[in-house]
């Protein structure tokens, strides 16, 4: 008989939601976990630092307040990196809290150490004993690390990741980020918030290509104005640590001299210690598992799930794999993943999305109409100080069913899921019409979107018959 049912390897969002669900099922679960990283990347270095550090920046600038109180306005003039380190490390220290309980709760047990394959069954734990323990089932649930260029020579100090950025001794006035994916866009808005000047080197033309284009500009018109500088189509070709920084070198001959260099070149899944090899198992160059539509591996009783096995790599969507791969583990009924995950970037400001962009509908040949509505139309938005927000709605021409929806602006990661709930229940817009909202908010441009939309294709059908 084995020591558990059900070995979790990982406490991050994926591995704690797995635990927990075959705990519930009434299965003998085990996590196994470095003692100071309990809650995995997410809670320690990850999700909850990176926008805990954002909500202290907004406050602490009074950037959101401007507009109401003045350009100079800032609840704190001199910003220190103790200033920002203090409430990040309150949330951490009660998430893990929380955590923590949860796992007692379920009376799932809590290995500590780091844990490896030495079987497909058998897990050895290297901490502060050495142990084994065998499972019936094991699930992966390990998460990333940022990747690190083998031709950068990172110091943590000068030239630093995702990671030791949490850790710098003083606010730089000046950084270089490498790379416009969603962290490194997201860090270039904190610090170009607090006042750095920021420049983002990026060797694709146009940064977020996931998102829809013009969310995304209004993002880079925002950023410009707080001084963002973009270098598209540019690629570095070295970084020299200098006495007083870094220099950075592109391809293209220019040189950028800084504070900090922050690479931000994608993740890298932590699989490298688990010797997958002995359990019957590969990662590819990136660290990733390969899943089925279960999360199984290619080992039938071996699942993984959250960023190790890669798109979409988002806490919440590895909370749901997580529950879902307990439950196919432990032979109970598991539904699928909902389609509609929504995506939040949370750079300053939000940008929030769900369903389908512009470029995709037009790609696939689905006629569509556009709904828009602009924070500053909304009494809220002035209450507030938001003029640069805006909501979008893609809708189907055909059968006015919302395709999409994408907000830019205060609250917009809030804001996108009431979209998601229509989207999910194959709702139109004659819903968003035809509902009353709360006054003043800024659900409320729900509302005022499908209105937009719908009066559009009232005027398109007229036309049309007039013609």
């Known amino acids: 008989m084995a020591d558990f049912d059900v070995v979790v390897l990982g406490s991050g969002p994926g591995g704690q939601k797995a635990a927990i669900a075959a705990a519930k099922l009434g299965r003998r679960v085990a996590v196994v976990e470095k003692r100071h990283m309990i809650g995995g990347v997410c809670i320690n270095t990850g999700t909850i630092p990176s926008k805990t550090l954002r909500e202290a920046v907004l406050y602490l600038t009074g950037l959101n307040q401007r507009e109401l109180y003045g350009a100079s306005y800032r609840v704190k003039d001199e910003i220190t990196v103790a200033d920002l380190g203090m409430r990040t490390q309150h949330v951490i220290g009660r998430e893990i809290q929380v955590i923590r309980s949860q796992l007692a709760r379920n009376h799932v047990t809590v290995l500590q150490g780091t844990g490896r394959f030495l079987d497909e069954h058998t897990i050895g734990i290297t901490g502060e004993e050495e142990k084994k323990v065998t499972a019936d089932k094991i699930v992966i649930a390990t998460g990333t690390s940022p990747a690190r260029p083998s031709s950068v020579e990172f110091d943590d100090r000068t030239v630093i990741d995702s990671d030791a950025i949490l850790h710098l001794d003083k606010v730089p006035e000046t950084l270089v980020v490498v790379g416009a994916g969603v962290i490194g866009i997201e860090y270039a808005s904190m610090f170009a918030a607090l006042g750095t000047k920021v420049t983002v080197v990026e060797r694709r033309e146009r940064m977020l290509e996931f998102c829809d284009l013009e969310i995304v500009e209004a993002l880079k018109y925002h950023l410009r104005d707080l001084a963002v500088t973009f270098r598209f189509g540019e690629t570095v070709a070295a970084v020299e640590r200098r006495p007083r920084g870094a220099l950075t070198l592109l391809e293209s001959g220019k040189k950028i001299p800084a504070d900090c260099v922050m690479y931000s070149a994608g993740r890298q899944g932590?699989?490298?210690?688990?010797?997958?090899?002995?359990?019957?198992?590969?990662?590819?160059?990136?660290?990733?598992?390969?899943?089925?539509?279960?999360?199984?591996?290619?080992?039938?009783?071996?699942?993984?799930?959250?960023?190790?096995?890669?798109?979409?790599?988002?806490?919440?969507?590895?909370?749901?794999?997580?529950?879902?791969?307990?439950?196919?583990?432990?032979?109970?009924?598991?539904?699928?993943?909902?389609?509609?995950?929504?995506?939040?970037?949370?750079?300053?400001?939000?940008?929030?999305?769900?369903?389908?962009?512009?470029?995709?509908?037009?790609?696939?040949?689905?006629?569509?109409?556009?709904?828009?509505?602009?924070?500053?139309?909304?009494?809220?938005?002035?209450?507030?100080?938001?003029?640069?927000?805006?909501?979008?709605?893609?809708?189907?021409?055909?059968?006015?069913?919302?395709?999409?929806?994408?907000?830019?602006?205060?609250?917009?990661?809030?804001?996108?899921?009431?979209?998601?709930?229509?989207?999910?229940?194959?709702?139109?817009?004659?819903?968003?019409?035809?509902?009353?909202?709360?006054?003043?908010?800024?659900?409320?441009?729900?509302?005022?979107?499908?209105?937009?939309?719908?009066?559009?294709?009232?005027?398109?059908?007229?036309?049309?018959?007039?013609?």
């Open 270 to 467: 932590k699989t490298a210690e688990l010797n997958l090899e002995a359990a019957g198992l590969a990662a590819d160059d990136r660290g990733r598992i390969k899943v089925d539509e279960n999360y199984a591996t290619e080992v039938p009783h071996i699942y993984a799930v959250g960023d190790v096995i890669g798109f979409p790599a988002l806490a919440a969507t590895s909370m749901e794999q997580g529950r879902l791969a307990a439950q196919h583990a432990c032979g109970e009924p598991a539904g699928d993943l909902h389609e509609l995950p929504p995506i939040g970037i949370y750079t300053i400001p939000e940008i929030s999305f769900v369903g389908k962009s512009e470029d995709e509908l037009t790609r696939e040949k689905v006629p569509f109409e556009v709904g828009i509505s602009r924070y500053r139309e909304l009494a809220r938005g002035q209450i507030i100080g938001d003029s640069y927000g805006m909501l979008k709605l893609l809708v189907s021409s055909e059968d006015r069913r919302l395709l999409g929806v994408h907000v830019f602006g205060t609250q917009a990661t809030e804001l996108v899921h009431i979209g998601q709930t229509v989207m999910g229940c194959g709702g139109t817009i004659d819903y968003l019409v035809n509902a009353v909202f709360n006054y003043p908010t800024l659900a409320e441009s729900y509302k005022v979107a499908a209105l937009d939309a719908m009066n559009k294709m009232r005027t398109v059908a007229r036309l049309t018959a007039e013609m």
